[in-house]
């Protein structure tokens, strides 16, 4: 009986000794886990790799448009941390590149470096709105969204749109999405609303930042604005799609706009897609009608974040 306890106690214990051993793990770039997806020039980027059960120490170094001296930290519960300096770095693209010894060595995903006083997260700031009555007592607005940003894309953009009237009473609200935002661009986004009598309308935005690459933003003006005898929609526009890419946009990518009045404010605006895919080098076409009235659209701005095909 001795001898058969003295052999389950021998079994529990190198048992509990695997169950507390850590496994090993290999860096790679979800290892390193960066403070910001941008930070101005002269701030620090701050860095810190977990789990690390065979490492003494850790080197860190950045390298993108300038690489800086490696610097090395103590690992503490496992952990490396440190706060790499950025003063004197050209503005650009950065990876943390980390060396822990044993623990392995590995590159961080990109992060930026942005002018002093620039955006360190993106922007969905509405720089122009307008809008006007429209046919069968609709209210129609356009808006243009700006992302300051100089390296992150505005992601995940919502508007809500809030119609007043003379007294500052909220009439109807409605949310509306836009496309993403790349770096340093702008955007039109418009609609309609069953709702008449609005003296003002309020447009709220919110967005994400995302340093992951998106589609580029095409933009033209309208070649064709037509009357129409419609008390609903009482004009037809439309125009070309010139495709300066390499690659063919799909037929189901999303044309936004705004019409302007002759002193180029905005009154209204909409949304349509291309007729057609255009491909690579070709021209493409759009056309709608709208619930303007004529006398309020002069000029047709648009913009579209060409989708590939």
Do not use: H
């Not at 992302?147 to 009237?165: G, H, Y």
């Not at 009473?169 to 009598?197: C, Q, R």
């Amino acid at each position: 009986m001795r001898k058969f306890f003295g052999v389950a106690i021998s079994l529990t214990l190198i048992s509990a000794s695997v169950l507390l051993a850590q496994p090993a793990q290999a860096l790679d770039s979800s290892s390193i886990r960066l403070s910001a997806l941008s930070v101005n020039s002269g701030s620090p980027i701050r860095v810190e790799v977990p789990s690390l059960y065979s490492a003494k120490t850790c080197t860190f170094a950045l390298n993108g448009p300038k690489k800086t001296k490696s610097v090395k930290v103590k690992v503490r519960k496992w952990t490396a941390k440190v706060a790499l300096k950025t003063s004197g770095l050209p503005a650009g693209a950065y990876v943390v590149r980390v060396n822990c010894g044993k623990s392995g060595s590995a590159t961080s995903t990109k992060f930026s470096i942005v002018p002093a006083g620039s955006p360190t997260k993106a922007t969905c700031e509405v720089t122009e709105s307008g809008f006007s009555a429209g046919g069968g007592g609709t209210t129609t607005y356009g808006v243009r969204i700006a992302n300051r940003s100089p390296a992150l894309v505005a992601s995940s953009v919502q508007l809500a749109i809030t119609f007043l009237d003379a007294s500052n009473n909220t009439l109807a609200t409605e949310s509306k999405y836009a496309t993403k935002i790349p770096a340093g661009e702008n955007v039109y986004v418009g609609g309609n609303a069953d709702v008449s009598n609005v003296a003002n309308v309020r447009v709220d935005t919110i967005c994400e930042s995302s340093g992951e690459p998106t589609d580029p933003i095409l933009r033209g003006q309208a070649q064709s604005i037509k009357p129409r005898n419609s008390d609903y929609y009482p004009i037809e526009i439309g125009g070309l799609i010139p495709n300066p890419l390499n690659f063919t946009i799909s037929d189901f990518t999303s044309l936004n706009y705004v019409t302007r009045n002759a002193a180029g404010a905005i009154t209204g605006g909409g949304g349509t897609f291309a007729d057609a895919f255009i491909p690579a080098g070709a021209t493409g076409t759009w056309s709608t009608m709208s619930v303007m009235y004529p006398q309020n659209v002069v000029s047709v701005d648009w913009t579209m974040a060409a989708e590939p095909k």
